[in-house]
């Protein structure tokens, strides 16, 4: 190339050698121990019977048709005058379809005091009008007898302290107990109106409770739900990056569990990272792998994270693979995928020339987020090693936005190495992996990860410099002397004076 360049503007890419260390130091996320901050409310023994209050007759006709109002004698109601109902909520209210809400969502008693942001409340909730409930596109209804603490998602579900109406009782007013304390009324909650609508479905005119953590219940103890839908291996191809995968390549699948992992799983070969050589790995559900215990963590850690472990992060975040997608993994140690990895890091790293002699591949493939039960998430961890070399290729296929935290790159034990893929702490710009690359192919990073001399010690900067003077950047003195002066600047800027620079390109981005 050739730049003959006055007061140019230049967009130079450079490597930053030896710069191992960020100086910042980020915090371990920590997880607040919560215990239900409710304020008592009177405890009230649960009862079966209804406490019908007021009973409004169905309001299936227009705005401005005469209805009547029949109060019954023991009339301590607040329900909304009539009035207020100038639609039919049969006809008129939100889908409320979320799995978490079903009573068959209970939590892991170790989830309860420690989990608590995935616990729901209700009073998060910015209520308006009637709601249907479904679980899975199948129409249910609140349950009207008590169900168990620390189910439908929360600690204390919301379920309705009476009988559900007929149509003929349009809409009717009901108490709202929430299961606590072994008390199956510990909490009463806020009334709510609820009517029968034909086609043998209720609507509910939700509000927010008044406590925390409190949810609205779907009663699916009656009905035949889905608790996982295999979705069926796409016939879409996956991006040409990936290494082959699922049943095709005999992948072994991780069990759909939430925030589960794979069993331990004996590596065919060692595998050196960082100077620790491990024989053993697991892959765990929520986009990560570690080495010497499984991690059921769906909150990513904040790399550097000065922790105690080797963890390398395809996507860490909350995935939830009961719903859909699968997480899966195979190794090889002969084949067409060993002479694909050679090709790939000889590609990617000229130097050494490099036989792969062990591959391991991990792969979500089509995984839901978390409560985000319509989303699909791919992307791999392939390991790679041959004699003393390992290398990682991360690649990403779509990847959905989220508004989870997210984490991609990897930490090592006191973040002696580490590395954050740019952008991948931003779970609304994270579907920019799919184009995002250090190695000039979309979609995929690469590293070199076994410790050794040159391994992966560089940062890729881009850097915005205005040359004062003429340079042919195709003349090496003329590259050395301009790092040279950058690399005074970046010392100014506390960068440790042992800093080597590369030039990558230039790219001249304004005449
Ligand atoms: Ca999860």
New binding site residues.
Partial sequence: MRLSLVSQHLLVFLSVLSLTRAQTTLAQTTFPLITPSMAPTTITPATTTSSLTTTIPAATTLAGTATTTTTTAATTTTAKPLTALSYDPCYNYTVLDDLRRATSNQLQSSYYARYTSKLLCDTNVNWVGWYRLFIRGQSVQMPDTCVDQLSCGTHAPLWLNGTHPQIEDGVVTRNVCGHWWNNCCGFQSNPIRVKACPGNYYVYEFVRPNFCYGTYCADVRNVTINNHTVTPESTLAAPAIFYPFGSAAGDTNNTAI??GSSSVIQLLSPFLFFGRTYRQIYVN??GYLTFNQPS?E?VPYSFPTQGSQDIIAGLWT????RVRGVVSYQQYTSGNVLTRATQDINKHFPSPNFYASWVFVATWNKVA??ALTSTETSFQVVLISGRNYSFILMNYGDIAVTGHPVEAGYDTANSMDYFVINGSINGSLISNLRNSSNVNVPGRWAFRVDGGSGSNKEDIVGLRAKLSSFSDLTDTGNVQVVLQQIKQELVKYGLPNSVELKLRKVQKIKP
């Fill in positions: 939430e925030d559900n929520n059921n769906y909350d995935l939830d693979n987020y978390y």
